[in-house]
């Protein structure tokens, strides 16, 4: 049987033709440089081009994009709500607290503007001159002193602040129901909340 295929091409040799990654016969004197996704600036050691026959034309330095109009100061955030319903009973227990602690803060008020009007000697001036005034043939005069004496000031307070926590217990509950009806119809507070990032 005969080829018919006609004449076979001539294969090169595996020396003369270097492999993908090999550099070609001509180069092997000179250093070898690996490809940069970048180049490096001017002055630098790596500047210097591929061929090893001078330093690499400068290229401008990629930065990051900003857009022309970006804010750099931080941005506020702003919402409206409204405020449709308000629990009583949550109203009262906060109410409760504050007029308790309301009570004490009169307490001790009271407490301390006595002992320093006593140390000031206002109830003996003021009591000295009520009791020349109300001064009888029968007997003396009225002793302002012992009628406001300090424990008896401190009953008439304790009494007062007693009378405010249940006033203002009893007056925020209902408050909040007279709120929650109002809402009903008209819908309520607008708030305008600001949050900053």
């Known amino acids: 049987m005969t080829d018919t295929r006609g004449a076979k091409q001539g294969y090169e040799s595996f020396s003369a033709s270097p492999l993908p ?49 970006a804010r750099t100061v931080p941005r506020t955030r702003k919402a409206r709500l409204r405020v449709a ?51 009888s043939n029968e007997g003396g005069g009225f002793d302002l002193e012992s009628f406001l004496s300090l424990p008896r000031v401190l009953v008439f307070t304790s009494v007062i602040a007693v009378i405010d926590v249940v006033l203002a217990t009893a007056l925020a509950t209902l408050g909040a129901f007279i709120y929650n009806l109002s809402a009903g119809f008209v819908g309520g507070v607008e708030l305008t909340l600001a949050e900053d990032e």
Not at 29 to 53: D, F, K, L, V
Not at 116 to 131: C, E, N
């Open 21 to 69: 990654n090999e550099r070609p016969a001509s180069q092997q004197s000179q250093p070898y440089h690996p490809p940069h996704a970048y180049a490096p600036p001017a002055g630098a050691p790596g500047a210097a081009s591929e061929s090893g026959q001078g330093p690499a034309p400068q290229q401008a330095v990629r930065r990051p994009r900003t857009p022309a109009g």
């Open 85 to 135: 319903k308000v629990d009583p009973w949550s109203v009262m227990k906060v109410s409760f607290l504050l007029s308790i602690a309301l009570g004490i803060c009169t307490i001790i008020a009271a407490s301390v503007l006595w002992m320093t009007m006593d140390a000031m000697g206002v109830f003996s001036t003021v009591g000295g001159t009520i009791s020349d005034a109300t001064e």
